[in-house]
């Protein structure tokens, strides 16, 4: 699809950052992604380099496995000790619960398995009827619908963990943090497959802030970067979708309606930001038997979120920069991960320790 | 955990479907979730189709900031 590569052309990129240059606002302005791939794309091809000084880009909670709290790693952890296979995605394994992780549950002897997807868990737990598998499903409404649709026509040995999270109630909670200054919001693509348009008017019509959905390549972000400064320089808010060619206003009616289907929206807690009002999913009534807490008579307790010294809280919400923590590439580095944010792909410090993070001042 | 890849799609059967993603990496997704056909390019996530992506959508987009872009250079 040379449509595709077309989204990466450097010559449209150049011109693109002449355009954003011309458009030099006044004072610093902040744009705001909320999305572990939009970091990832704007590290990566280093587009903070590009931008002027005055044009800040600044990354949200949008890595699903760093917002994951200790006290659902802690009742995972209970569950695979108590002699239930855990299958979950490989980016889980090493985040750190309140005592321990996914990884050490299994060095004591805990049946734990990665999968690339909800189905390989299913058929694992298919092929081997008399063992109790429990999956750990996490992940935001991108992966959210995948585990609904598994969760309805489950096999009876199979049961879910589900720390799914909600994205926009994460924004909502950026804009009530106190000196964190956002100017608009570039929201993400493939959340917004699912979703559509409509969850982010809030943004542009109550708090009158830009909001700009994008996709995942430079073009996309340098784009969605031009769009919102664009819309600062004439004062206006509006919601505008650049990743058309994906997203549709009404987002996947099918995967919504799945969801709507297994799940009830509630209260969630996210690691370092506490408890987030209609941020997280949890199984409805009539999934007892799917629901692994119920099936096996677990309840969460609370969970230690941060190691001494570790700035993810701050990291996560685009407060501080990872280079900014005195714990990054110290004692925290890829290899051996102290928080969060260390561990995921799309975690913000893995990301800079991998790709080189910018502006390091 | 949010990426998504697009593939086009060669086969389907029922649920599931055979995509290539390129460079002869072909893989089996779910495709409940999306209404598609073969030859369709969808993103897929985590082993699932979660939308079918529009190539005229694509082209328009990338039409419309070149003749925007033009426009501005020749303002100045």
């Known amino acids: 699809m040379s449509t595709l590569t077309s989204f990466r052309d450097p010559e449209l990129a150049k011109r693109l950052v002449n355009d954003i240059k011309k458009l030099h606002p006044p004072h610093k302005t902040v744009v705001c992604h909320v999305c572990g791939t939009h970091e990832w794309t704007v590290t990566h091809f280093g587009l903070r380099t590009l931008l002027p000084d005055l044009v800040e880009v600044i990354a949200g909670p949008g890595c699903p496995v760093c917002v994951l709290p200790a006290a659902d790693i802690d009742v995972a952890v209970e569950l695979a000790l108590k002699g239930v296979t855990i299958t979950t995605f490989g980016d889980v394994l090493r985040v750190p619960g309140s005592q321990s992780s996914l990884v050490e549950a299994k060095a004591q002897g805990g049946d734990v398995r990665v999968v690339y997807s909800i189905q390989n868990a299913v058929k694992m737990a298919k092929k081997e009827p008399d063992r109790e598998f429990a999956f750990f499903a996490i992940g935001f409404e991108t992966t959210a619908p995948l585990t609904a649709n598994e969760v309805l026509k489950a096999p009876p040995n199979l049961s879910f963990l589900t720390s799914h999270r909600l994205i926009p109630p994460a924004m909502e909670f950026l804009l009530g943090v106190g000196d964190l200054q956002i100017d608009g919001f570039i929201a993400p693509g493939h959340v917004s497959t699912i979703i559509g348009l409509e969850p982010y008017r809030v943004f542009s019509e109550a708090y009158n802030m830009p909001v700009v959905v994008a996709g995942f390549e430079p073009i996309d972000v340098l784009i969605a970067v031009d769009m919102i400064l664009r819309q600062t320089k004439k004062s206006e808010a509006k919601l505008e979708n650049e990743y058309s060619r994906a997203v549709k206003p009404e987002g996947n009616l099918k995967a919504l309606s799945l969801m709507a289907q297994a799940f009830n929206v509630v209260e969630g807690r996210w690691r370092g930001l506490g408890r987030l009002p209609q941020s997280a999913l949890a199984l409805k009534e009539e999934f007892v038997e799917q629901d692994a807490l119920q099936k096996h008579h677990l309840r969460k307790k609370k969970g230690k979120d941060l190691l001494p010294g570790c700035q993810c809280h701050l990291v996560m919400i685009g407060k501080i920069k990872p280079s900014e923590c005195p714990l990054f590439m110290e004692t925290c580095n890829p290899n051996e991960p102290k928080g969060a944010c260390m561990v995921s792909n799309e975690g913000t410090c893995r990301i800079w320790a991998q790709h080189g993070g910018t502006r390091i001042q | ?76």
Request: aromatic share 6%; hydrophobic share 45%.
């Open chain 2, 1 to 76: 955990m949010c990426l998504a890849v697009p593939a086009r799609i060669t086969k389907i059967e029922g649920d599931l479907a055979k995509v290539d993603f390129g460079s002869y990496v072909n893989q089996e997704v779910n495709v409940a979730l999306v209404e598609a056909k073969e030859g369709d390019y969808v993103l897929v996530h985590a082993g699932y189709a979660i939308q079918v992506l529009d190539k005229k959508e694509a082209e328009e987009t990338l039409q419309l900031w070149n003749e925007l872009l033009k426009m501005e250079e020749l303002n100045t």
